[in-house]
């Protein structure tokens, strides 16, 4: 594929092939962003205005340095570096989430600094030319724009360029999550251009036209919309109408953002996992047990990251926190990430990245050619892994044998991997299998050492107090 833009001409790039100001390129390890010349105006003037400073300051894009040298990546171009203006490197990112992957309160703070950003641009005479969610990045639980090239000059009269973006990508699942449940967001993974407003609207209930950002955004907007224009033409179209003024933009964007201020998950909803150390525990000795050895095992190790899978409430995330300079607390339950990310910002734990998704169902490689969004298993790959009372759930509820439970395991994991093996005779592996067919001749911890066996070599095996349960510690074979 080839796509012929007025910079030159670009060959296959899936990072950020969208993007008429600049390219994204991964060289040796790192990500590099080539800003075009035909942004030069716009660059400049955001680093001379004062405008990146007080970005960075408040927190809200990621910091970049310049280099020197212009030369373009061999895969970026093709014998034509011309065309470049600038190289920057911007600040590495440890982990990135994608919006379907996010708890309710990400959404907000994601919207809530989109917001933000576009009012402190304003002030500047700029805006932001785009308002989709995958621009933004976590780093100690605030949303932080990563993209230094959406910046757009803006003067009175002009349109908001990315309005409709914006209701459709960031509104409309933030509605839908608030009044229809948290699991509507996963919605976004194969709409990752932006939901339809016409079909959002109809799935809205009828007191969402109560809420006036709703109600206008959504609701109306999808009356005099069509969803099939492309987003280019719907542009177009846009600077014909009449524009605004500054501060009536002004007054736009603090109006939303008041609204998204308001907006929450229903408190009444608790997950069955939120308690699950206090009520669900095998024994307290058990528990103690399981954590020392785990600290111990961490603290021998100190890896440089650790995922954890089925975090539930995140107690071993916070533990695994102390020992390693980045943990991922992976979860299925929106109401458990939630916590997470919240006890994780309160308690300033800076290391913790939270993300939502099934181990029955991961996010794949997805996008154009694939190639746009790396799958879980690509970003969220750790020096050390951890499977803490999660075997039996993946066997008995999603059919999954103990083959396909190491080898995803093993997809995880660079080096290390602690498990704890469940026996049938556990009361939870009974309550588990209460009214199921499922055959468990294979359930066994030969079965389990076997499968495992064919990828990790066993450094270490306790049988945990107060329980039938065991705790592995194995490495991965080279």
Known sequence: MRNEIDQGPITNNYLSFR?????????????????????????????NSGFYEELISNGYMIPHEEINSVEAHIGVVTNNYQNFYKKILPKQIGFQSYPFEWSFSQWQKAILAYLSINRLALKYGMILKDATPYNFYFESGRAVLLDTSSFAF???????????????????????????GLRWSRLTRTHISGLPLSFVSKQLPLNSWFNFSCLI???????????????????????????????????????????????????????HWQKYYEENIESADYLEHKVNVIKTWLDNIRPKSVLDLGANTGKFSFIASEFSEQVISLESDEISVESIDQMAEFNKYTNIRTVINDLAEPTPDIGVMGKEISSIFTRAKSEMVMGLAITHHLFINNRMNFDHISEMFARFSQKYLIIEFISKNDNKVKVLMKDKTINMDNYTEESFLESFSKYFKNKESVELKGSPRKLLLLEKIN
């Open 19 to 47: 993007d008429n100001a600049a390219r994204v390129v991964k060289e040796e390890g790192k990500y590099f962003r080539y800003i075009f010349k035909a942004y030069e105006a716009e660059y400049n003037h955001l680093m």
């Open 154 to 180: 803006f003067k009175n009269g002009d349109p908001w360029i990315a309005y409709r973006q914006f209701c459709s990508e960031f509104l409309s699942p933030i509605f839908l999550m608030h009044y229809n």
């Open 217 to 271: 955004h959504i609701h109306l907007h999808s009356r005099y919309s069509n969803d099939q224009v492309d987003k280019s033409e719907d542009n177009k179209i846009g600077e014909k109408k009449k524009g605004f003024t500054k501060e009536k933009i002004e007054f736009l964007l603090s109006s939303i953002q008041s609204n998204i201020n308001r907006l929450g998950k229903d408190k009444s909803k608790v997950s």
